[in-house]
């Protein structure tokens, strides 16, 4: 194996020491030989230090400390009376113990860095360094060290000079006890720390990319205090990909992507990393093994696990009466028209994937999918057959889904301020589960449940609309049926402008959102209902309502007959004056800083006009006609513009090309890519 130029500076730093041990014990030492001695130990120490700085960052104690050796050496055989050169020939070897075990025992005393620790540099990667790990072993090792040089300098000192005692002894000490425990120790250390109880993999996401973007949800506010910082992962092969944490005012959001200037940068192969996160290996000693690397601030990475909760088994696991663990059963009716595009189904994925990673098993039932007929009110059900319905279609089935579910999730949008008519034709179906009898509750009568119920109700629904009180007739109806029904209702996820979801340019918003219902699910099933807190950060408006009612306006203008010769058009921005508004909206104000600007557009062909947008306080605007002074200015046809809008041509090649022209501020025009839309893009 090739040796670096660190381990072999290393191993030559001893040369000068040993020179002038062998050079002063040939034959009878006399004063002349013993001014050899210390002249050519000098000079090789010289050299070694010489070296040692030009291709070494981190000059080692043991260079400084042979060199000052030698140099005093060579001072007190030249320079005192000729009686005293003898005193230190004779006693060389206890002076250097002695020199050694101050080196090791001031430094550190004083502030300084510990003996081992800039030898321990040219043999450990960069990143680990800083470490409190790093720091700690190398001064364990350093105060080791020190006990093991004074026991070899009080073995010269009573020796008076025996070889046993000065030199075989001592060096037998340093390679058969010294040596070894220093390869020995380092590993040991991060064993003795490291808590080896794995995390149960059931608890965890299957990929380390999920479980980056999950992180957010075992964020401890408390212990970030005012930290503000961005932590770029950068995870190579299956399962990875670039994720960006960025920690703010007591918040942690993710999303995909880089950032400009990240506080801390982690490069792992993605299946060490899952690793790390379920405890199988020790992420310290991986660190310094090299198995993953870091850029950046040192200290945030110690301090993620504190920042950062694992996941516990909780509530999850409900008790049978004979004491057996049970799994709960979340059971989802899908009462979309669009089962697997709508954003119902966005909501309703991600609440279930936060009731699996606690270990709730889940099914989902589209009605769309299944055939389900009206209730004609026969009473069959009650009258004739207790508890079967007359009508065979799926219900049948289904209902014995419901009686066994521990959670029953209704999932609708918002159709005429109601549910769907597929989710209301399945709640009329429910009749065989009730009893036909009445019975007081309260000041009122209802139907007892025919079957014991233990389950419990979620209502997951979304709305077109920018305010959260459309949802108040849909509310009002299930509020109703936990009163009458005896099924409580332990959560409400309702999201209005719900189409904004699916806007490219607010995903690093909506990912709050997708976070909160992901937490929702985990409440669920830990809880046994979602706190208010969840249900709140699930309302929160992404855009103002004036800002939602003007885009969605602009979009229907466009697909209007006679605008777009009334054909919609899939997946693309068609209106210019759309696309701006737009931009104004998904403006990325964390990427914008401090800056003040306006950019006028001047736009021509198929749709012209002027437009500007002004960007100040983190804040940006959309305006019609002309404005004075613009720091950018941008001349371009319509349809060059929305097709680089659409991703149909490059924006710099267009430049390039002159398709579309640009004055002013070009940095600006080079910014507009992160400062407007996702910050994935």
């Known amino acids: 194996m090739k040796l670096k130029p660190n381990k072999i500076l290393f191993i030559t730093s001893f040369i000068p020491v040993i020179v002038f041990k062998v050079v002063t014990r040939v034959g009878e030492t006399t004063l002349a030989q013993a001014k050899v001695a210390t002249v050519v130990g000098l000079i090789l120490a010289l050299i070694q230090f010489t070296l040692s700085k030009k291709f070494i960052k981190h000059k080692n104690y043991l260079e400084k400390t042979f060199l000052g050796f030698l140099g005093v050496g060579t001072a007190w055989v030249y320079f005192t009376p000729p009686h005293l050169p003898s005193l230190f020939v004779n006693h060389s070897t206890d002076l250097l113990y002695f020199s050694l075990f101050l080196t090791t025992l001031i430094p550190q005393l004083f502030g300084y860095d510990p003996f081992t620790y800039n030898i321990a540099k040219q043999m450990a990667p960069e990143q680990v360094w800083n470490t409190t790990q790093f720091r700690t072993i190398n001064l364990h090792l350093t105060y080791f060290w020190s006990g093991l040089f004074f026991i070899n300098f009080l073995s010269s000192w009573l020796g008076h000079g025996i070889p046993l005692l000065s030199i075989i002894l001592p060096l037998i000490i340093i390679l058969g006890i010294g040596l070894p ?17 794995p995390i149960d993999p059931s608890l965890l996401p299957g990929t380390a990319k999920e479980l980056i973007s999950q992180m957010p949800l075992g964020f401890h506010p408390e212990a970030a205090d005012q930290l503000k910082a961005e932590i770029q992962f950068d995870l190579s092969g299956g399962g990875g990909g670039k ?47 090299g198995f993953y690397k870091v850029e950046g601030d040192m200290n945030l990475l110690m301090k993620m696990g504190e920042l950062f909760h694992h996941p516990t088994k909780g509530s999850e696991q409900i008790l049978t009466q004979k004491g057996e663990k049970k799994v709960m059963k979340i059971l989802a009716i899908q009462g979309s028209p669009r089962p697997k595009q709508s954003n119902t189904e966005i909501l309703l994925q991600e609440f279930l994937k936060g009731a699996r990673s606690r270990g709730a098993e889940t099914e989902t039932i589209y009605l769309k999918e299944k055939e389900i007929h009206s209730c004609v009110g026969c009473y069959t059900c009650w009258a004739k057959t207790p508890g079967t319905c ?16 521990d959670i029953l999730v209704y999932a609708t949008p918002l159709y005429n301020y109601n549910m769907t008519s597929l989710l209301k034709a399945f709640q009329e179906r429910l009749l065989p589960l009730l009893d036909p009898h009445l019975i007081k ?16 109700m979620i209502l997951i629904s979304t709305c077109g609309f920018p305010e959260i009180s459309h949802f108040d007739g849909l ?26 979801l699916k806007q490219e340019g607010l995903k690093d918003k909506s990912q709050d959102i997708l976070q909160s219902v992901y937490r929702a699910g985990i409440e669920a099933v830990r809880d046994g209902r979602v706190s208010k807190e969840t249900e709140a950060q699930i309302q929160k408006p992404l855009i103002t309502p004036d800002e939602l009612a003007e885009m969605a306006n602009l ?8 605008i777009t010769q009334g054909k919609p058009q899939d997946g693309g921005t068609e209106d210019m004056r759309l696309l701006l508004r737009g931009m104004a909206a998904t403006f990325n104000s964390q990427a914008a800083g401090d800056l003040k600007a306006t950019i006028q557009f001047k736009v021509t062909g198929k749709q012209t006009g002027n437009w500007y947008l002004s960007i100040e306080n983190g804040r940006c605007i959309f305006n019609e006609g002309l404005v004075d002074s613009p720091i950018l200015t941008i001349k371009t046809p319509s349809e060059v513009w929305l097709a680089i809008a659409n991703k149909e041509i490059d924006g710099q090649q267009a430049f390039m090309e002159g398709k579309y022209t640009a004055t002013g501020d070009m940095n600006l025009l080079m910014r507009l890519r992160t400062l407007f839309g996702s910050q994935r893009s």
């Open 555 to 562: 979009w229907w203008d466009s697909h209007l007959q006679g």
């Open 390 to 405: 007359v009508i065979k279609d799926d219900m049948p089935e289904i209902l014995e889904k419901v009686k066994g579910c």
């Open 441 to 456: 509750s309260g000041e009122t009568y209802r139907h007892p449940q025919r079957y014991e119920v233990k389950r419990k």
């Open 181 to 197: 425990v220093v390869r020995i120790y380092p590993k040991y250390y991060l064993k003795k720390n490291f808590t080896s109880q």
């Open 475 to 500: 509310r009002h109806i299930f509020r109703h049926i936990e009163q009458s029904g005896q099924v409580p209702l332990v959560g409400e996820l309702m999201m209005p402008a719900a189409e904004l």
């Open 243 to 289: 994720m960006v944490l960025s920690i703010s005012e007591g918040k942690c959001i993710v999303r995909e992507g880089e950032v400009f200037s990240p506080t801390l940068t982690i490069h792992s192969p993605a299946d060490i990393w899952l690793k790390i996160a379920r405890r199988e290996i020790d992420p310290a000693r991986s660190l310094m093994d």
